[in-house]
């Protein structure tokens, strides 16, 4: 009779985890056969340039010469798929090719995140040395930004004359830094990386109103604000992810105070639970009014941050409202208007931010209802996105019509979150790494 009965047990369990996985349509190889179906067509069309235009099937360099973006940006991508021969070409390209010595004028935070950050974890993951000699000569053409009166970067700098450009600058750009500069310092044990981005990071949060928040653009030279309009959105966004993830990394209380003070400020005059559910808008960043409803596809990038700070409530339910904005269309538009919950801006730029808060939220919470979003936004993507030679952005996605870009951040980061979302749990020890902005995971493997 006992032995009847634990065969029934048995063979409930059984038959409640077969249901399990057969609802489970996605899982992590089929995203690693995605990643190698967008890089196969890099290298058919675009080998050795910064990206590949997958509806022409031609190449494009983002400077008129080459910085092999798309290799540097998905080459740990690579190494956490385990996809061994292709992470080796990709290195080889790399190391024969990449050289900074180049007449060219760049902007420092897309090379900052993109090329310091991707040649920094290549080095912590593959461990050649040769990754890092070409990570501190990029920081060494870069440190020229941080020359203004205030200390906060200019947004272009000459790679060989070391000149610099355009005061006007935005709180993303000027404090999205500190990971990069700051684990260059650890590396090399050289100081000067680490005190200038992080003074940029100061000097930025020292402006912000008496009620605690930023405004939109700022000139580098004055310090006056030049738009005050406050958001958590493109532009400014990743300045308040630097903040929290800064202070984890490098243990800096000094940052853990601004994150802690700039996320009230954020939650008091930001959010907005008036539309059905929590949204994040726009204020003046004197007053505190609200200014507008817009929320969108970079503000996605939120859920995974308040998570990451400790407030998953708030996490899961802005996650949920990111979810109904894809939703709305059958895949993510830039922009809406919350308070309409209309688009107004109708592109889709294979961004990842979305996916990245449903990896973080399932990370703390083990809810299976984020890898059934992860489900949604796979299959959002390969209906809408995929081509015959990779994937394609979207210029409206109201009538699903592609655009000629595939922009690495694809590879590094809206694949990565994918494969990671729905891989084992030791693919990539959480705890022990902090992803920079585009997705490239930092280890702290110094002491001091
Ligand atoms: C990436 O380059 C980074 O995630 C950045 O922080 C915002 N924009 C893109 C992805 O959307």
Not at 38 to 47: E, G, H, R, S, V
Not at 111 to 136: K, N, V
Not at 247 to 270: G, H
Request: glycine share 6%; proline share 3%.
């Amino acid at each position: 009779m006992i032995i009847r009965l634990l065969l029934l047990v048995l063979m409930y369990a059984l038959c409640i985890s077969g249901a399990q996985t057969q609802t489970r349509t996605v899982t992590h190889e089929s995203v690693k056969a995605e990643f190698l179906h967008a890089w196969n067509a890099y290298k058919q069309y675009a080998w050795g340039h910064d990206a590949l235009k997958p509806l022409s099937m031609k190449p494009h360099n983002w400077y008129g010469t080459s910085l092999l973006m798309t290799p540097v940006d998905a080459f740990d991508t690579m190494m956490l798929m385990g996809l061994k021969e292709e992470a080796a070409e990709a290195k080889k390209l790399i190391l024969e090719n990449l050289s900074f010595d180049k007449n060219i004028e760049v902007q420092s935070f897309e090379i900052t995140i993109r090329l310091l950050g991707g040649l920094l974890s290549a080095y912590q993951m593959d461990g050649d040395e040769r990754f890092l000699i070409l990570a501190e000569d990029l920081g060494n053409r870069l440190l020229p930004v941080f020359n203004s009166s205030t200390g906060m970067p200019y947004r272009f700098v000459h790679f060989q004359t070391g000149k610099i450009r355009d005061s006007l600058n935005n709180p993303a750009e000027i404090g999205t830094c500190l990971i990069e500069f700051g684990t260059l310092s650890k590396l090399t044990g050289k100081p000067v990386y680490y005190d200038k981005a992080k003074n940029a990071l100061v000097q930025l949060y020292n402006r912000r109103s008496e009620i605690g928040l930023v405004g939109s653009l700022i000139n580098v030279e004055t310090g006056e604000w030049v738009r005050t309009t406050s958001h958590i959105a493109g532009g400014i966004d990743s300045y308040y992810e630097y903040l929290l993830k800064a202070a984890l990394l490098f243990d800096d209380d000094e940052c853990r105070t601004m994150w802690e003070d700039a996320l009230r400020s954020v939650n008091e005059y930001l959010s907005d639970s008036t539309h059905g559910g929590l949204w994040y808008g726009q204020a003046d960043m004197y007053t505190g009014k609200r200014t507008g409803t817009t929320f969108g596809s970079l503000d996605a990038f939120f859920p995974a941050v308040l998570a990451m700070g400790g407030d998953l409530e708030r996490a899961a339910k802005l996650q949920e409202s990111c979810l109904k904005m894809w939703n709305l269309h059958g895949i993510e538009p830039e922009r809406i208007d919350y308070a309409k919950m209309a688009v107004t801006r109708p592109q889709y730029y294979l961004r990842p931010e979305i996916i990245e808060s449903a990896y973080y939220l399932h990370h703390y919470t083990r809810d299976e209802a984020y890898l059934k979003m992860g489900e949604t936004f796979f299959d959002g993507l390969v209906n809408h996105c995929r081509t015959e030679a990779g994937y394609a952005y979207l210029e409206d996605v109201v009538v699903k019509k592609q655009g000629d870009d595939m922009e690495s951040f694809f590879l590094a980061e809206t694949l990565k979150y994918l494969y990671l979302l729905f891989a084992p749990a030791d693919t990539l020890p959480f705890e022990d790494v902090i992803f920079n902005t585009e997705a490239h995971p930092i280890r702290k493997t110094w002491k001091y």
